[in-house]
């Protein structure tokens, strides 16, 4: 008897416990929001904390599942079920739209949360539903590609960062000479490689306009300004660490924080490691030129804060999403994390940010991987893993962009 | 009589009440998700909602030009792997343990240390191994460089799959071992030593007596490594990542898996990749049952 009522006590405890997910009222009164996302919990405790102030009703619970690729899985059956969270991170483009398709979240519009309005287009466009158009998230992030260097290691080899292509090639073989690895860079990690194709290329292939009419089927990839651009790879192969297809993506970031290399080309997140784990080390950062002139700095909308269609608030899920597309919270964001806000209008205190701020919105390009993510498999991976092959010489750079086009046409 | 056989039978039907827990619990974690995946490859599904019914379109989308470019290379890359676990990790395996069944002192201990690594989880294996290969820093390249051998070991095509048998005999090759050493324990001594009388040498004592006698435990380690290299997963994805790294040359249908049902962004991933494990699932059962059917005939 007396077991059977202390496991009695026991459930109910477990059960108040679990409380605060099921019912929507805490002590106080007061309302909790629950948060989903993938990035490093306490720098979401430390934003949220200033709605909180600003709102006493509400408390702002943020919970972070790092592992990125579990999330996915995570979020879609959380959604599916009762006990999902009331707000959460979602991916960009081509991975948000199941969850669009499963009628798992809220559209969003303007009346609801006015900040929408200003957010340009280009960055709208990967909160979208692809089929129905409408708003699913507040984007919140804009990631960047570019080169970043080790400042020191330039000034010691009296370099700087290159106006001309030439000027770039002439300063690698510098670096070279002397024994530093001039670009960390591994394609053992098959998604690093469009990515530092696109750094290096898209000014070659015309950027914007040239994935605009692949997109209206006026252009191939396997056109000759798209191979000349990803033929980069090929071009810089002497500059990369030997047997760059073997190198990790982890490797070249020892590589480039240890000092053996002097440049790594990469995302903008990477200023938050490098910062963390390169403490010693002065970050600049630059837009490779091409041999046509002027660089471009290709760019991608990260992921946006949606609504779940299920959640017991939903008006005051909305009032927090027209605050996390505020200014404001545009600026805690970019000033606590490092990295672009996607709100319109924000300024990064961070010198360095400001800087690629100023490139971005004078050459600025779409990051042309994530528009064509689609497929089963995605062409993305496809791309990926031939521009891989391309790297260890097994295609040239005019088959795997051939590869492409037979990807895309499966589902363009 | 009449009584004994109706207590029997009483002793019968209360025996099944005994499996009652067993058998739910079986049903529920077993066979249910079981024939649930097999309803799920169905349907069409717009993320995780059941769409419409769609007969065998995810089986022929399975074999669709874009994802048979896949699927192929895959499969071929787990039966590499078969081929090489039989090869090199069972041989050693043998080996190992008729070795080990002539040492007199220390015995447990060698055991002990032989089978060791496959107490050490899959992925964190894979993790420290591409610490030790690695191109850039990687202490076996440092070795290897004085003599002219320092290769991207997982970074080429070429060599990706058999550093991955490699690997796998290292973690595995205590499993082997171990039946294999259980197996020589069953052998009585007297075979060999009147095989011996009669002027057979330790070779032909091997051949004509140990083998043949061994064949059990081969046919039971030759299932079993069958069944490990096609499920295999954990140990490539710590190597090369879910796209099987490089240039997809140790992708095998474990990853295909992983990769069509959680990172391919497609609306029906679902379907698809219930299709693809209704399919691995099949495969490896009926060509388990086959090569059981022909061992077990043999033995």
């Known amino acids: ?412 | 009589m009449a009584l004994g056989v109706r207590r029997g039978q009483g002793r019968n039907r209360s025996s099944y009440v005994f499996l009652i827990p067993a058998f739910l619990l079986y049903s529920a974690f077993v066979v249910y998700p079981l024939f649930t995946g097999l309803t799920y490859s169905f349907f069409t599904w717009k993320g995780t909602l059941r769409d419409s019914f769609a007969g065998l379109d995810n089986y022929a989308g399975l074999l669709s030009g874009a994802f048979l470019d896949q699927l192929l290379p895959a499969l071929g890359h787990n039966a590499l792997l078969f081929a090489g676990t039989m090869l090199v990790q069972n041989t050693l395996g043998l080996a190992f343990a008729l070795a080990l069944s002539r040492v007199r002192r220390g015995k447990r201990a060698l055991q002990t240390m032989f089978a060791l690594p496959y107490l050490v989880n899959p992925l964190v294996i894979g993790y420290l191994w591409t610490l030790l290969l690695s191109p850039a820093f990687g202490p076996v390249n440092a070795l290897l460089k004085p003599l002219g051998l320092a290769m991207p070991w997982l970074g080429d095509p070429g060599t990706a799959l058999p550093t991955v048998v490699v690997i796998t005999t290292w973690q595995w090759v205590g499993f082997p071992m171990l039946l294999f050493s259980a197996a020589l324990g069953g052998i009585p001594q007297e075979y060999a030593e009147a095989a011996r009388t009669d002027g057979a040498g330790s070779w032909q004592v091997l051949r004509r007596i140990t083998l043949p006698l061994l064949r059990p435990a081969m046919a039971t380690v030759t299932i079993l490594s069958f069944i490990g290299s096609m499920g295999t997963f954990a140990l490539v994805y710590a190597l090369g990542g879910s796209n099987g790294a490089p240039a997809g040359a140790t992708d095998v249908l474990g990853l295909l898996f992983y990769r069509t049902a959680f990172a391919s962004g497609d609306v029906n991933a679902l379907g698809t990749s219930s299709a693809l494990a209704v399919f691995m699932f099949t495969f490896i059962f009926g060509s388990t049952l086959l090569l059981e059917r022909v061992l077990r005939r043999k033995a």
């Open chain 1, 1 to 412: 008897m007396r077991l059977a009522a202390s496991a009695a006590v026991a459930l109910a405890i477990a059960v108040t416990a679990c409380a605060p997910s099921t019912t929507p009222r805490t002590g106080g009164g007061k309302v909790t929001l629950s948060v989903w996302g993938w990035g490093p919990e306490a720098n979401y405790d430390k934003m949220f904390a200033e709605y909180e102030k600003a709102n006493p009703g509400v408390d702002v619970d943020a919970r972070s599942f790092t592992t990125a690729t579990e999330y996915d899985t995570i979020l879609s059956t959380g959604l599916a079920g009762d006990n999902g969270p009331d707000l959460a991170w979602l991916r960009a483009g081509a991975n948000l739209q199941p969850l669009v398709e499963a009628g798992r979240l809220l559209p969003l519009d303007a009346k609801d949360v006015p900040g929408l309005a200003d957010y340009d287009e280009k960055v709208l466009r990967y909160a979208k539903g692809d089929k129905d158009g409408k708003v699913y998230g507040v984007p919140f992030a804009v990631q960047t590609l570019q080169v970043i260097y080790n400042k020191k290691i330039f000034a010691d080899n009296g370099i700087t960062p290159p106006k001309t292509y030439d000027e770039m090639i002439s300063s690698a073989e510098k670096l070279k000479a002397k024994g530093i690895i001039p670009f960390a860079f591994g394609g053992k990690d098959d998604w690093m490689l469009p990515v530092v194709a696109s750094i290096f290329g898209t000014a070659r292939w015309g950027g914007d306009a040239f994935i605009a009419s692949v997109k209206a089927k006026q252009k191939k990839f396997a056109d000759p300004r798209f191979v000349a651009g990803i033929d980069q790879l090929n071009k810089l192969k002497p500059y990369f660490p030997e047997n760059a297809a073997g190198v990790s993506y982890t490797d070249a970031q020892i590589l480039f924080s240890s000092g053996k290399a002097a440049m790594f080309p990469g995302g903008l997140w990477e200023l938050n490691f490098f910062g963390e784990n390169a403490k010693g080390v002065e970050l600049g950062v630059f837009t490779p030129p091409v041999p046509e002139g002027q660089g471009l700095m290709p760019g991608f909308t990260d992921g946006s804060y949606g609504i779940n269609v299920k959640t017991k608030h939903k008006a005051e899920a909305l009032k927090f999403a027209a605050w996390l597309a505020s200014k404001n919270y545009g600026q805690l964001f970019t000033d606590t994390l490092r990295v672009f806000s996607a709100v319109p209008g924000v300024t990064p205190k961070d010198p360095l940010l400001g800087e690629v701020s100023t490139t971005f919105e004078q050459h600025g390009a779409t990051y042309f991987m994530n528009e064509f993510a689609y497929g089963n498999p995605s062409s993305a991976a496809v791309f990926s893993k031939a521009l891989q092959e391309m790297l260890l010489g097994r295609l040239t750079a005019e088959q795997a962009a051939e590869q492409l086009d037979k990807s895309v046409s499966t589902w363009l």
